[in-house]
């Protein structure tokens, strides 16, 4: 849907009825050379308006996220999936122990918490996303608020959090891959589409965890079991 805004005058505008690339509930708002201004969630991948007659609205002002959304583009961090920025390279194993408390806190597995932390930030207790999401497991503002965390830069209030929403998440949906889609791209994102929502850089997320949890710290089948009857 897109709407269009001209002086004080509202337009609903049909979106065209090509297939458009999902998107991940973001509202862009775009202005032209006179003023005028675009609100609109159908955009190019180049992030520019889809549509013929929107072409004029080429100045991106503001992109509008849903508070739990996090969807952004996850770097492999290096030549293979253990690798991480040399600037952090020292910080790999620094928070194990955090980890490891939380993770036996709230009945996580701890491999999981630290595949995750290493896809979200790749060990940055310091990492921001665009949509907002800090530290090292990338906790959104509306997320932290949730776990009244103080300091979502604070390794010890980052880790705790981020374990007890992915704890949360995976009692909800009773599935790693749709907890783990709905850490990324939000619940109301999963909700809607049914299960792991069609964004690609969801669905490359859930690969990178689920790929480093198995492979690089400990998941197997087991503790994937464990995960889905330690509720």
Same mark, same amino acid.
């Given at each position: ?16 009825? &090509?297939?458009l690339p999902a998107l991940a509930g973001n509202v862009y708002k775009f202005r032209d050379e006179k003023g005028n201004v675009l609100f609109t969630n159908v ?52 928070? %194990?122990? &955090? ?51 103080? %300091?979502?830069? %604070? ?77």
């Amino acid at each position: 849907m897109t709407v269009l805004a001209r002086s004080s005058v509202y337009l609903l505008v049909l979106a065209c009825s &090509l297939p458009l690339p999902a998107l991940a509930g973001n509202v862009y708002k775009f202005r032209d050379e006179k003023g005028n201004v675009l609100f609109t969630n159908v955009v190019t991948e180049r992030k520019k308006p889809r549509g013929e007659g929107f072409k004029q609205y080429s100045m991106l002002e503001k992109v509008s996220w849903f508070p739990d959304t996090n969807v952004h583009k996850y770097g492999n961090w290096g030549k293979d999936e253990f690798a991480v920025r040399p600037s952090f390279s020292k910080n790999r194993n620094a928070f %194990d122990h &955090l980890i490891k408390e939380a993770a036996l806190a709230h009945n996580v597995d701890q491999g999981l918490v630290k595949a995750i932390i290493h896809t979200e930030s790749g060990f940055n207790p310091k990492a921001r996303s665009k949509p907002g999401a800090q530290g090292l497991m990338q906790l959104m503002p509306a997320t932290a608020g949730m776990y009244a965390v103080v %300091d979502a830069y %604070d390794p010890s209030q980052n880790i705790v959090a981020g374990t007890r929403h992915i704890k949360y998440l995976l009692n909800r949906y009773n599935s790693l891959e749709l907890a783990l889609a709905a850490y990324n791209a939000g619940e109301g994102n999963v909700k809607k589409y049914g299960g792991i929502p069609p964004f690609t850089e969801t669905r490359d997320y859930v690969k990178r965890v689920m790929s480093r949890y198995k492979n690089l710290y400990g998941g197997s089948s087991t503790s994937l079991a464990a995960l889905n009857t330690s509720r």
